[in-house]
């Protein structure tokens, strides 16, 4: 059974930074897209970031509105990897963020994390 492992979220206090990890050891995250989403509470899921990429050293991000300018999606170090860089954190981003993985050729296979709760005070 594949899972998407989130790490990284926490208390952060308005201004700062939290940078979110996203792994699955029974994937190869080349042939999926792979994004992170949000849920604050009373609201609806939200696209945040997105990734994919050709070969080794061509990534195409994609973002939000709300996510340009302070978040940062990228590849891990680690193979199979990938992270959200979260800069300048406003207290409207406090939610649940989760990690998704849609296959690239048949999108009905999408996996999605547990969820990683980020909370920002302000």
């Known amino acids: 059974q594949v899972q998407l492992v989130e790490s990284g979220g926490g208390l952060v206090q308005a201004g700062g930074s939290l940078r979110l990890s996203c792994a699955a050891s029974t994937l190869d995250f080349s042939n999926y897209i792979m994004g992170w989403f949000r849920q604050a509470p009373g609201k609806e899921r939200e696209f945040v970031a997105a990734?994919?990429?050709?070969?080794?050293?061509?990534?195409?991000?994609d973002y939000a509105n709300s996510a340009k300018g302070r978040f940062t999606i990228g590849r891990g170090n680690a193979k199979n990897s990938v992270y959200l860089q979260m800069n300048s954190l406003e207290p409207e981003d406090t939610a649940v963020y989760y990690c998704?993985?849609?296959?690239?050729?048949?999108?009905?296979?999408?996996?999605w994390g547990q969820g990683t709760q980020v909370t920002v005070s302000a």
């Open positions: 990734i994919r990429w050709s070969g080794s050293t061509t990534d195409f991000p």
């Open positions: 998704s993985a849609r296959h690239r050729t048949y999108s009905h296979i999408n996996y």
